[in-house]
């Protein structure tokens, strides 16, 4: 099994739907982040969570909420989601300074 | 804050050829430094790090990159370019001040032409 695994690996779905991507990881690390990546924008920080009960927005938070079910999981959820929130979304563990990512959910709004 | 600048969104090499991809940061502190590979369809790999020590890193594949404090800057070759380092590469800082958080480059994709 991955260390990181996010499930859907592909996903489309309509504008105004509510959606969850979610991850679990088996590093037994405290911290879990949500990043996207867009062409030529790299990856930015949406939440990150240094442990349960401590969730923090990123740079680009709008649109976004998170909920972190345990050490392991740490879900993503787009209330209502919109065309430029296509992209391809990694969920990654750190401890605290080396990261393991994820394979990618990519979503698609239409 | 911590922020970082690939320079160059794409670039083309020959089979054979140097691999430099550049990178510049900028961070209130000495930073941690890193590379990330992403092949087609692919997450995210780490190609190697600098934390302390030898400004020298040497990392998978054959690539090595060069931390030097007083240009701020953290480029990525590779002496000779092979079909398989097609990919997007992406630098990346993590700062302690910023909580250790990773933050990256808009990425530059690398063609390699036969």
Not at chain 1, 37 to 46: E, H, M, S
Request: with cysteine.
């Amino acid at each position: 099994d991955a260390d990181v695994t996010q499930t859907p690996r592909n996903r489309i779905t309509k504008t105004g739907k509510r959606i969850m991507l979610e991850c679990s990881q088996t590093k037994g690390h405290d911290r879990m982040y949500w990043y996207r990546q867009d062409p030529g924008l790299g990856l930015r920080l949406i939440y990150y969570s240094f442990d349960v009960k401590d969730i923090n927005k990123g740079e680009i938070s709008d649109g976004y909420s998170v909920s972190r079910q345990a050490q392991a999981k740490f879900s993503l959820s787009l209330e209502s989601a919109i065309p430029n929130q296509t992209a391809l979304y990694f969920c990654a563990t750190s401890d605290p300074r080396v990261f393991t990512f994820g394979s990618g959910t990519r979503l698609t709004v239409v | 804050a911590q922020s970082v600048t690939q320079l160059g969104s794409h670039v083309s090499v020959s089979e054979g050829a140097l691999v430099l991809l550049r990178c510049n940061y900028s961070s209130s502190v000495p930073p941690y430094l890193f590379w990330y590979v992403q092949y087609p369809n692919q997450g995210l790999q780490l190609l190697l790090k600098y934390t302390t020590g030898a400004t020298l890193v040497k990392g998978i594949n054959g690539f090595e990159a060069e931390f030097k404090k007083s240009e701020t800057s953290f480029h990525l070759t590779k002496p000779s370019a092979h079909m398989s380092d097609a990919a997007e590469y992406f630098c990346a800082v993590s700062e302690k001040a910023a909580g250790n958080k990773l933050t990256f480059g808009g990425g530059t994709r690398v063609l390699v032409k036969p």
